[in-house]
């Protein structure tokens, strides 16, 4: 026997709820099963993020930081323009229309 295996037994045998088939506990049929276990133990609360201003649409917000990539793009030309645009979104003084993008995404898709 393994170390690996010898581990697993030390576990179930400290924990005899575990099951010794892999495949059922990842089976897609038994989601709620996991999501149970993993609240029964403890869920992690992600941070939520600062609401963007309801002003500033996603086209709008889209468009002013686009413009800003472009401007970017002009001053360094070694730049293409998805890394413009990443160092654009990504800028701290940007925040608020990054927020807001992103606040508009999830309206969009309903979260």
Known sequence: ??????????????????SREPKIYCDPANRD?????????GHYE??????????ITKAEAMSRLN???????????NLTEAQAFSKVF?????RELALAERAASRALLGA
């Open 90 to 94: 990504t800028d701290p003084r940007n």
């Open 33 to 41: 099963l996991r999501a149970a276990e993993r609240w029964a133990n």
């Open 46 to 55: 992600f941070p939520l993020e600062e609401e963007a201003p309801a002003a």
């Open 1 to 18: 026997m393994g170390l690996i295996q010898h581990k697993a037994e030390e576990l179930r045998k400290r924990e005899p709820s575990l």
């Open 67 to 77: 413009a800003k990539a472009a401007e970017l793009c002009k001053s360094n030309p």
